[in-house]
């Protein structure tokens, strides 16, 4: 049930997604020094037992997720190496999986995300490579004819991340913000069909999103049960929900091609991605605050 109280949580978690967004671009010099004199002041009182389980939890999430990626990039890369376009084409989903559930953190190691991830209109041509630059020749001009040397710098690249992300820095409130990003990213690229605009394997995108915002929340949900069991219900439910809402779309083997989508059909998505955002983007002002209080 929606609660009266929800709007001025929402706002709230708002103003804590404004406040790291500024504290990561910056935009003076002054205003640099001073989020990173907070950020620091922050990050300096010790994290509770609850809270670095949290962060324990997510961080092997992320290490699991690399490693698979690197695993599953591995055949893809050799069949488009070896110009077996069919092959090619049916090992790219998979890989996409795990890259899809941990997107937010790849995209903090500076142009390693854009190196792995950037659609046709997001770099120069000239430095457009990875997924999505196969998957145009894959589908649209049906050859891997120029790929063996994107393909190679896609294994690189997923093998740097797959380095990375172990000593990277997490906290509770910044895992709860990246479940909030997964879901931003449904909204904006999959509900669109913009992301796999070639292939049409959005569903596929969309899911591992979502799973990976899943595991984000589940990380920090013990500490929100304390705080506000309600709402932790509340985005359980939502989550299933959400989950259910794919069912009917599934294949044996994934999902149905997007553009088999009716606008009725994107709609109905849609509507449930934004019901679970609602609830979802209370979480990290309320750890936040949780965790000054306590």
């Not at 609660?3 to 997604?17: D, E, F, S």
């Not at 359980?236 to 044996?252: C, G, I, W």
Request: proline share 5%; aromatic share 6%.
């Amino acid at each position: 049930m929606h609660r009266t109280r929800v709007r001025p949580a929402l706002i709230a978690g708002a103003l804590v997604l404004l406040a790291l967004f500024v504290a990561a671009c910056g935009s003076s010099d002054d205003e640099t020094t001073d989020t990173t004199a907070t950020n620091a002041a922050a990050k300096s009182k010790p994290m509770s037992p609850q809270e670095k389980a949290a962060v324990a939890q997510y961080r092997g999430y992320l290490e699991e997720n690399t490693a698979e990626l690197v695993a599953k990039t591995k055949p893809f890369v050799a069949a488009v190496v070896a110009g077996n376009v069919a092959e090619a084409k049916s090992l790219y989903p998979a890989a996409r999986v795990p890259y899809e559930r941990i997107e937010p953190v790849a995209g903090s190691f500076g142009d390693l995300d854009p190196r792995i991830d950037a659609r046709e209109d997001g770099v120069p041509a000239d430095e457009w490579g990875g997924f999505h630059r196969i998957e145009k020749a894959l589908w649209v001009e049906n050859t891997t004819r120029g790929m063996a040397p994107v393909a190679k710098q896609l294994q690189a690249d997923v093998e740097e991340l797959n380095e990375k992300v172990k000593t990277v820095e997490l906290d509770p409130v910044e895992i709860a913000v990246g479940a909030n990003e997964l879901l931003a990213e449904v909204s904006g690229s999959k509900i669109t069909g913009e992301e796999e605009r070639y292939s049409h394997i959005d569903l596929v995108d969309f899911e591992a999103n979502v799973e990976g915002s899943l595991a984000a929340f589940e990380a920090v949900k013990p500490l929100l049960d304390a705080s506000d069991p309600d709402l932790s219900s509340e985005i359980e439910a939502d989550f299933k929900m959400v989950f259910n809402s794919l069912e009917p779309y599934r294949t044996e083997d994934g999902f149905v091609s997007y553009t088999e989508l009716t606008k009725a059909d994107t709609r109905k998505l849609s509507i449930k991605i934004d019901t679970l955002a609602e609830k979802l983007s209370q979480v990290p002002a309320e750890i936040d605050n949780s965790n000054n209080n306590g």
